[in-house]
Nanobody, 123 residues
């Protein structure tokens, strides 16, 4: 019911930065919880960050202090600012939206998913 499109992935050297964007359409954005997840080769999808409709944020321990999730309701867009990137951050990053929870670290809580964008961090 919500269409999500990620962008901003790419190749970056360790220590560099990227900003991912997630553009939403098809549903009122301001009432959605937005999350970012990632999946590396051979690993399960893991939680990265979420932001509630009113701007409260939660991060995984692995990215805390380096990544920042934000949202711009006027643009129907969520962002993930990724600083001091490490090779272990290499993964496909997915944006997700939920109508039913305030915010969640669980993939199953989200109703809609983007197609993913590749982030590769070189050594």
């Amino acid at each position: 019911q919500v269409q999500l499109v990620e962008s901003g992935g790419g190749l970056v050297q360790a220590g560099g930065s990227l900003r991912l964007s997630c553009a939403a359409s098809g549903r009122t954005f301001r009432n959605l919880a937005m999350g970012w997840f990632r999946q590396a080769p051979g690993k399960e999808r893991e939680f990265v960050a979420f932001i509630t409709w009113n701007g409260l944020t939660t991060y995984s321990d692995s990215v805390k202090g380096r990544f920042t999730i934000s949202r711009d309701d006027a643009k129907n867009t969520a962002y993930l600012q990724m600083n001091n990137l490490k090779p272990e951050d290499t993964a496909v990053y997915y944006c997700a939206a939920s109508r039913t929870v305030l915010g969640s670290i669980r993939s199953s809580a989200y109703d809609s998913w983007g197609q993913g964008t590749q982030v590769t961090v070189s050594s």
